[in-house]
């Protein structure tokens, strides 16, 4: 089979993070879904790998260890995937631990705007019982909560009408430089991917700029094919991966079955000029 053929989904997120499958259920998914090489990329976190590693393993699905970092560039957060990381390095695990510090407060700070500017209260702890943990604690997880007491009808309803940049329960934040993300990535031993670029409002201008100061920092890929793009998007983000000479990645950013609107494993196949991330990867 061409590499490019290959169903590739190295995007997705467990209930470590933002997402609503433990990583074994998750890895059964993909199994079923016909995903023949996964990877696990929750966010600012890696404790999800080993399970999910040994649940593959189970399943004979060949497994890649990785995890999404939040990152702020030219004050706009965008985000950097780690594929093939060793998540026991401790310079990756020291900078996701940094990364997350600051999250807890946010989301308080995101519960008192709702409070004041909407007048929906309880959501800092309505949203809490999604994750457990509040050092994980994310705008996905208010957002379901949002649509759990139908103050949005869905999930992506909850961000169209709040916790984005100008509405309520929009605080911004902090996150990790560019440069220290795809730097631990590569200390960890991991390839850094740009996760879903066609989401971010970035002008031409500065798109050059992030691709290139990317790069120069050692990042390797972007994504083209992925559940937050467009059909049209694949061939555009293709295009861009040849210019700047990015190898291409593929993966859904799976949560949940009913928040997003492509299945882990279900997505088009990359553009035929397209040179896959795992390209020259060897697994079982």
Known sequence: MSAILLNADLHSHS??????????????????????????TDHDEVSGV??????????????????????TWAGKTVHIVGL????????????????RSGRERRARDM???LQQRAGIAGV?????????NPDLISRSHFAR?????????????????????????????RWASLKDAVSWIREAGGVAVIAH???????????DCFFREFKAFGGVAIETVTG????????????????????????SDFHSPEDFEVDIGQLQALPRDSVPVWAHWRFD
Not at 88 to 94: D, K, R, Y
Not at 124 to 131: D, R, S, T
Not at 146 to 168: R, Y
Not at 236 to 250: P, W
């Open 145 to 173: 909560y949002l649509a759990e007491i139908g103050a949005a009808s869905t999930v992506s309803d909850a961000f169209k009408h709040f916790l984005t940049e100008g509405k309520p329960g929009y605080v911004p934040h």
């Open 111 to 113: 519960a008192q705007d």
């Open 50 to 71: 080993a399970e999910a590693r040994v649940a593959a393993a189970d399943l004979r699905l060949p497994f890649v260890a990785g995890v999404e970092v939040s990152v």
């Open 84 to 99: 093939q990381v060793d998540e026991t390095n401790p310079q990756l695990l020291a900078g996701l631990a940094n990364t």
């Open 15 to 40: 209930t470590v993070s933002d997402g609503v499958l433990t990583p074994s259920d998750l890895a059964i998914r993909a199994k079923r879904n016909g995903v023949e090489l996964w990877a696990l």
């Open 124 to 132: 800092y702890e309505g949203a809490l019982k999604y994750v457990g």
């Open 228 to 251: 937050s793009h467009t059909v049209d998007q694949y061939a555009e983000y293709a295009g861009i991966a040849a210019r700047y000479g990015f190898l291409s990645s593929r993966g």
């Open 197 to 207: 670029p066609g989401r971010y409002e970035l002008t031409p201008l500065a798109f």
